[in-house]
């Protein structure tokens, strides 16, 4: 009983401590998305950088840049609400597009949400500034339904897989998340992200350990009893 009850003691409390250094990590993301999300928009990465960005070091950064919406088709991204977009409710679908740079280079741009029932306005072909947030592509999930190429329409943020079915041409490895500017008609709806991640590890913690204190009662409570029998025999 004493093996056991140590056992049960260290995986709990273990438990308890992970989830502390949890709640610490998770506090250092929420600071850091802050401050990407809310810092004045820079450069877009020259391509010779590319292959160094990563979704932990890069993602969410704002950044502005002047690129040139392509004549291709459009993919669209089936979406039943967003997390990191608090005006997209809805189901809807977000639009997707192939813009090139000054120096030729090509970006996929998440243009903003549509809701179900309305259309989308093409791109104009003119130069525009755009500022948006870097994004990583999603890798899909098994229940992730496949996507529908004939019909343009993913479920997930798959922006090479879109440029290899729509032959968008060779693409960059990330695409941009676009906060302005709105077409006329305001569909797609770009806009601002506002990313809240669930902080629930102090009220896990203080779960785990509870039921370590529980178990370190019920142990002493056996013991006593033990002791108790062990005496009257």
């Known amino acids: 009983m004493a093996l056991f009850t140590a056992a049960m003691l260290a995986v709990l409390t273990g438990l308890g401590f992970w989830q502390l250094q949890r709640r610490v990590e998770k506090h250092g993301l929420i600071t850091m998305l802050a401050e990407r999300l809310n810092a004045e928009p820079v450069a877009l990465p020259p391509p010779s950088r590319w292959d160094k960005l990563s979704a932990e070091r890069d993602e969410f950064r704002r950044v502005a840049f002047a690129a040139t919406y392509q004549t291709a088709p459009e993919a669209r991204v089936y979406s039943s609400g967003s997390a990191i977009r608090p005006d997209v409710t809805s189901p809807g679908f977000f639009v997707f597009a192939v813009a090139a740079t000054g120096s030729g280079q090509r970006i996929v741009i998440d243009r903003g949400f549509v809701p179900e029932g309305r259309t989308a306005e093409d791109p104009q072909p003119a130069t525009v500034q755009l500022t948006g947030y870097l994004r990583f592509p999603e890798q899909p999930g098994w229940l992730t339904p496949a996507p529908d ?58 779960t785990w350990f509870g039921l370590a204190l529980a178990v370190a009662v019920a142990f002493l409570a056996w013991v006593r009893v033990y002791r108790k029998d062990r005496a009257s025999l």
């Open 149 to 206: 190429p004939a019909k343009r329409l993913w479920f997930a943020r798959d922006a090479a897989g879109m440029a290899r079915a729509l032959a968008w041409g060779q693409v960059a490895p990330f695409y941009i998340d676009l906060e302005t500017p709105a077409p006329a008609s305001g569909w797609p709806r770009p806009g601002r992200l506002d990313v809240h991640l669930k902080d629930d590890h102090l009220q896990y913690a203080i």
